[in-house]
C-alpha cells in the first residue's frame, strides 16, 4: 500500500503509529551520523535524511550506512541549507 493511500484512509490511531515510526528512524538516523537528522518521505521507498547545517562526516556517515544495501544513495552538501542524504530503494525507483 502507498504511503498516500495509509495516510488517506488513515485513523488517528494508525497516523500515530506512524508517527511513532518516523521518530524512531529520525533519532536511529541521528545516531548514525552524529548529529540530528530529519527525515523527509518523498515517495514510497524513497527518503531524505537531512541536517540543519552542512555536515560532510553526517552525510558520509549516512551514505556509508546505507552502502551495500539495495538502495541508491545521493548526498548533496549545500552551505546555506544544508546536507541531503538521498536514499532511494531500488525497488522503489524502478
Known amino acids: 500500500m ?5 495516510t488517506a484512509s488513515a485513523t488517528p ?3 500515530g503509529r506512524l508517527a511513532e515510526e518516523l521518530n524512531r528512524m529520525a533519532s ?4 548514525v551520523a552524529g548529529v540530528p537528522v ?3 518521505i518523498r515517495a514510497e ?6 541536517t540543519a547545517a552542512r555536515n560532510d ?4 556517515r549516512l551514505a556509508t550506512f546505507f552502502s551495500g ?8 552538501h549545500d552551505d546555506e541549507c544544508g546536507t541531503f542524504v538521498y536514499v532511494d530503494m531500488k ?3 524502478a
Open 2 to 6: 502507498s504511503i498516500a493511500a495509509m
Open 69 to 76: 544495501s539495495e538502495c541508491s544513495v545521493d548526498v548533496v
Open 38 to 40: 530529519e527525515v523527509t
Open 57 to 60: 562526516e553526517a552525510g558520509n
Open 45 to 50: 521507498g524513497c527518503f531524505t535524511f537531512s
Open 91 to 93: 525497488a522503489a525507483a
Open 28 to 31: 536511529r538516523m541521528s545516531t
Open 13 to 15: 490511531n494508525k497516523l
